[in-house]
């Protein structure tokens, strides 16, 4: 038969343990995605260098002067040769070697789908244009009534516009999939039927991404204003 004493003890040691456990899985939501992003970054830096150092001639390779693998050379070597070429590649001389190349390539019946499609996909990425996305905002879909977190991409034109034969100004809307952004659905909404969010791009994708379990700062929405 237990006695108050021994109720005391145990009410004691769940307080401990449960804070324990508390204490550990805090921890562990700080260190889980420092720890992650660190291998992360660690592991792309060796396939990079891995890629990159069997290109480098022997008589260049620092590693058999100072006796050391250095991570990370061929990474900032593959750094300075996109920039020289990238450098080389705005000039007079530069644009006039890569329309030859680029003529070169599309006589060729496989290399030339297999160049247009990478190359499409890493201007859509990386370019720094006016098809980045504007503002995060909310439109009806599937149906009236529920409500998605879409990207205003553009302002609807061409044959899209004019086929959809609207008396009001359509725009393009992004519509991302969970937990994964960068697949979803390209939508032409009327503009009155779409509701911007003063919530940043970012956190509007935090908010895609977490499944509605991250939500940005109610007290402020958007630090750049």
């Known amino acids: 038969m237990s006695t108050p004493f021994d109720d005391e003890q145990l009410a004691k040691r769940s307080g401990i343990l449960g804070g324990l ?38 008589q260049l390779d620092l590693d058999q002067y100072i006796g050391i693998n250095l991570r990370g050379i061929g990474v900032a070597i593959f750094l300075i040769f996109t920039t020289i070429v990238g450098w080389i590649a705005k000039g007079l001389i530069g644009r006039s070697l890569i329309r030859l190349g680029e003529s ?37 879909y599937p149906r009236k009534g529920i409500w998605a977190v879409g990207f205003i991409s553009t ?8 086929k959809a034969n609207y008396d009001d100004e359509m725009v393009s809307v992004f519509v991302p999939t969970t937990p994964n952004p960068t697949s979803g659905f390209l939508l032409f909404f009327p503009k ?10 970012e956190d509007a994708a935090k908010l895609v991404i977490s499944a509605g379990l991250v939500y940005p700062d109610e007290r402020n929405p958007n630090p750049d204003k």
């Open 21 to 58: 456990r508390a204490s550990f899985l805090t921890g562990l939501i700080v260190i889980l995605p420092i720890g992650l992003t660190i291998w992360l970054i660690w592991a792309v830096i060796g396939w990079v260098d891995g890629f990159i150092l069997p290109l480098i001639p022997y």
């Open 155 to 162: 302002t609807t034109r061409g044959e899209v516009l004019e």
């Open 104 to 140: 070169i390539v599309e006589r060729t019946p496989v290399v030339r789908s297999i160049y247009s499609g990478i190359k499409q996909i890493a201007e859509t990425v990386l370019a720094q244009s006016e098809r980045n996305f504007e503002k995060a905002c909310l439109i009806e």
């Open 192 to 201: 009155s039927d779409i509701r911007e969010l003063k919530m940043s791009l």
